[in-house]
Nanobody, 124 residues
Framework: QVQLVESGGGLVQAGGSLRLSCAAS????????MGWFRQAPGKEREFVAA????????NYADSVKGRFTISRDNAKNTVYLQMNSLKPEDSAVYYC?????????????????WGQGTQVTVSS
């Protein structure tokens, strides 16, 4: 099983920034599509961003496009989510996910491995 551990969440004021990290135990990290999802209380888990195995292609939810950036460092087995211009609506538990393949996935059911999540709270 692939283990994923998120970190970097916290409390920030609206307009601020946070960078989330997800460290993976995968032996062949460069074979995995990686994604970020988030879930707020009373809401379904929603797609945030995804990145292809070698970081060539990315995809973002419309709600975060232009504010968030997903990236990866395969030498460190780590994927990042840089979040700028944060809004209270961004408050949620953020999860990273992984699946082997070359197709960029944006649906949670397509991912096989999940981290424990990290809380992001944006105050107004």
């Amino acid at each position: 099983q692939v283990q994923l551990v998120e970190s970097g969440g916290g409390l920030v004021q609206a307009g601020g920034s946070l960078r989330l990290s997800c460290a993976a135990s995968a032996r062949t990290f460069s074979r995995y599509n990686m994604g970020w999802f988030r879930q707020a209380p009373g809401k379904e888990r929603e797609f945030v961003a995804a990145i292809s195995p070698l970081g060539v292609t990315t995809n973002y939810a419309d709600s975060v496009k232009g504010r968030f950036t997903i990236s990866r460092d395969n030498a460190k087995n780590t994927v990042y989510l840089q979040m700028n211009s944060l809004k209270p609506e961004d408050s949620a538990v953020y999860y990273c996910a992984a699946v082997v393949g070359v197709v960029l996935h944006t649906i949670s059911a397509q991912y096989d491995y999940w981290g424990q999540g990290t809380q992001v709270t944006v105050s107004s």
